[in-house]
């Protein structure tokens, strides 16, 4: 038995309590040093870094999302002992937890943090596929000689790091593909460290439910159920053609999926497909001022993201919901890239002004996709609109002195409606 201290970071003998330390936080597993492919998962992530920029909210239930009827974007676990989830409607969630401290989302404080986590992993390794802010698969292959310990050790001392300097807990899964990682860092949260072993993989998934699957949702699931299929056992009993024929191309994956095979190979460079951003209203409107004022407050945020991260993009989508929850989407392929905000605006204000006739709304959403390199954006002048390359150069200076003097050293007119 392979056994590790988690707070001394010591490779100890089996013991429920560290020989060198007394830390009961120990990990053994027959092949906690064999293993190399990690997914880390902060806990609660936007909630922990509220918590850590405000100390006094440290044992307070924190929701973190924005008016009645918009949704919860994270919940702490002080909140989430009382039943709140991710995405879980406003209202349900403060009747659930009522003394709950409800924050907006601050993205670009929550980026800046990522960032801060992101340079930590790359110490390690080079092999780091981002999927969210707050979440990365980690492949150490290899990587033992180059630190002196195999990479169990250096993932525990990794989340040690997050703690100690950053202020930010995780949790890790410890696995042999990127799949069995996934699923192993969901189970021992907060602050967890679970391995699944390639020995133990057929047993420990026969009774597990198959929505374990990721991307496996409730249309997903409900089809699996009508099948027949609640476990991976029942998914084992069907042949791979069977599966196929049923579900289409997602069979044979399911089929793999169900011995725990996954072949996908950990991404450095798995690109961003689109940024988005979107907000859900008070009250179901029509008024064509809050909507503009939305308008740009979406658009300007997507363009931040974008510059960011040194993209542009060629499309622009508008994104409406109805009242009765349907959707409403416009897309519009600009004549080349784009990360303005203006321009991103005005493309998305000419699709919504059509579209106002199927109100009243009750969401919003901005969003930029087909995304490349920002070295070739914005270069072809608009001869239908001569005043656009005035504007992109004022939008340049904006952002200079935002950056010096903060996000609300300029605020445009539209943006307080």
């Known amino acids: 038995m392979q ?5 001394c970071l010591s490779e100890i003998p089996p013991s429920p309590r560290c020989p060198a330390c007394a830390s009961p936080r120990v990990i053994a597993h027959e092949e906690l040093f064999s293993l190399s492919i990690a997914h880390m998962d902060c806990d609660a992530f936007f909630a ?8 006094d909210l440290a044992d307070k239930p924190v929701i973190i999302g924005g008016g009645r009827r918009g949704v919860v974007s994270t919940a702490c676990y002080v909140a989430r002992i009382r039943g709140v989830r991710s995405a879980m409607p406003m209202f349900q969630a403060l009747k659930l937890c009522p003394d709950a401290v409800v924050i907006k989302p601050n993205g670009a404080l929550y980026y800046e943090v990522s960032k801060d986590i992101r340079a930590l992993m790359a110490e390690l390794t080079p092999d780091i596929e981002p999927l969210s802010l707050d979440e990365a698969f980690i492949d150490l292959t290899g990587t033992e000689r180059l630190h002196g310990h195999p990479p169990a050790v250096m993932l525990a001392r990794l989340v040690k790091r997050m703690e100690d300097e950053l202020g930010i807990s995780g949790s890790i899964g410890l696995s042999h593909n990127k799949f069995l990682a996934k699923v192993a860092s969901d189970l021992d949260k907060p602050r967890g460290f679970a391995v699944i072993g390639k020995a133990e993989t057929m047993d420990f998934l026969a009774d597990k439910p198959v929505r374990l699957i990721w991307g496996v949702g409730a249309a997903g699931g409900a089809a699996l159920e009508r099948a027949g299929i ?17 579900f289409g191309a997602m069979g044979e994956r399911l089929y793999h999926l169900a011995r725990g095979q996954d072949r996908r ?16 209203f008070f009250e179901d409107t029509t008024d064509t001022g809050s909507l503009d ?5 979406l658009s300007e945020k997507v363009a931040d993201r974008a510059k960011a991260r040194d ?31 203006d321009r991103i605006y005005r493309t998305a204000q000419a699709m919504l002004k059509p579209a106002l006739k199927e109100g009243p709304f009750r969401l919003i959403g901005v969003g930029l996709s087909h995304l490349s390199d920002a070295a070739d954006a914005d270069r072809s002048p608009d001869l239908l609109d001569p005043d656009a390359t005035k504007r992109a150069r004022a939008e340049r200076a904006t952002d200079k002195i935002r950056n010096r ?13």
């Open 48 to 55: 922990s870094v509220e918590k850590r920029e405000n100390p």
């Open 3 to 7: 056994t590790l201290c988690r707070d």
């Open 311 to 341: 993209l542009a993009g060629l499309v622009v989508t508008l994104k409406l919901k109805r009242s009765d929850h349907r959707g409403l989407t416009r897309r519009q392929t600009l004549s080349d890239p784009t990360q303005i905000a």
């Open 293 to 297: 004022g939305h308008l740009w407050r």
């Open 265 to 280: 190979r950990i991404s450095a460079r798995a690109p961003i497909k689109s940024i988005s951003n979107e907000t859900t």
């Open 405 to 417: 003097f903060g996000k609300e050293a300029i605020t445009k007119g539209r943006a307080l409606r």
């Open 230 to 246: 609640r476990t991976f056992a029942d998914l084992r009993r069907w042949e791979k053609s069977d599966l196929q024929a049923r």
